[in-house]
DNA sequence: TAAATATTGACCACAGTGGTCTACATGTGT
DNA sequence: ACACATGTAGACCACTGTGGTCAATATTTA
């Protein structure tokens, strides 16, 4: 389908792909333009179509793209950090934000592209996009909530309950976080404090919702 | 300015106010389209260029008359809810979330183009309304933040992190009733039904980070 | 050197743009 | 009944941008 894409020197390929995954964020289906991918991903126009037959060929392929780049990529990331944290969903869910937050880092593009597929209408991608995502989704969840250790939680409170506030309250952290990097630049220092005051939440969560 | 706009038939203004807000809630301000503005508010293209003098301007008047609109809508509400809930910030933050669910379901439209204006850049919005926004976001914190009763936390836990704790575990149960609400159609009942859900999950917070 | 392949961007027919203006409908005061 | 002001529609304008093509070239390969 795509030979003479994939064989491609690497650096041009993956510019094409970023340019093309950043239009898509931006744009929905119809208003992305593929004049202007060509223009950030420095190629004339005629290659994009040398290489896809169509706009549409593009766009499902980079869902194809970022689907299993994502699979291969988080998976087994995922897999051993949260063996390592056992039981406590507590550092489950840290360990699970992080990991995330540094694939925000690392691939922005796919991860802006992700996000902004997963808002449209779920029934209107194809049918195999479908079922991917549903799989990807069921294995972090199984990954997420198999086997928790429900005995570290206080005995008087409802646990399923008490899941929930600790989800939010990393996920509102987290978002708080992301707003504050968009602001300032990004520098390691600042980083590492971010993620010391993430530990000092997580033991305050730990104080009150364990027992 | 608008004076012809303002002598309209009130249902008129408000079909037209709001096929804006919906078009502009989508799309931004360079490729939303007056052409799809005048179909949906059932007018003649020439109308809205008699009412208004241009794009530019139909946007600036609709960011004042949102601002002004939730300024005179919600301050006043906040302020009495706030009142009963007294110094507790649990039910403040509750009391906060269910006022804006509420506006949210009573005008979506203008809900939508607020929360569509504030996630771009805010640097690029005209002055005044910058300092519109200021003064309401200052009011809002003000009247959330101001003379809580810190004692009612435990003696042993950071009362700064457990307030942002607990705003990120509200804010984290609202965001999930509102896909939740998504999916299905409304039923008063089904609301209910999440309104005491809150409740619940409202006294396992004060259990946990209320001595 | 010739053939095969990679690459470009001018070009196409067309859709959609913000805004104008003419022609007509409706109302108002006499 | 009439004249005049105001309200209204949408055809129309010049223009920008669209997805996609293709003939012309540059580059690689044999």
Redesign the pocket.
């Known amino acids: 389908m795509h030979e ?1 894409f994939e ?2 020197d690497s650096n ?1 390929k993956l510019k094409i792909i970023e340019a093309a995954l950043e239009e898509f964020s931006t744009y929905d289906f119809q ?6 991918i060509v223009k950030n991903a ?9 290489y896809f ?5 593009l766009y499902t392929y980079l869902m194809h793209y970022c689907l299993d780049r994502i699979y291969s990529q988080m998976v087994s990331q995922l897999e051993t950090a949260i063996q390592e944290a056992k039981g406590d969903f507590i550092e489950r869910y840290y360990v699970t934000a992080r990991l995330k937050s540094e694939y925000m880092g690392e691939e922005p593009h796919v991860f802006n592209f992700m996000s902004s597929l997963i808002l449209q209408d779920f029934a209107e991608l194809p049918n195999d996009i479908q079922q991917k995502v549903n799989t990807l989704q069921q294995q972090a969840y199984d990954l997420l909530y198999k086997d928790i250790d429900l005995s570290l939680f206080k005995n008087d409170i409802d646990s399923e309950k008490a899941l929930n506030l600790v989800k939010w309250s990393l996920d509102g952290y987290q978002q708080e976080l992301e707003q504050k990097l968009k602001g300032e630049q990004i520098i390691s220092i600042n980083l590492k404090e971010y993620w010391d005051e993430f530990y000092e939440y997580l033991n305050l969560l730990k104080k009150v919702y364990y027992q």
């Open positions: 003479k064989q491609l041009k208003h992305a333009s593929t004049n202007r420095g190629i004339g126009k005629g290659m994009l179509f040398y037959n169509s706009k549409k060929d």
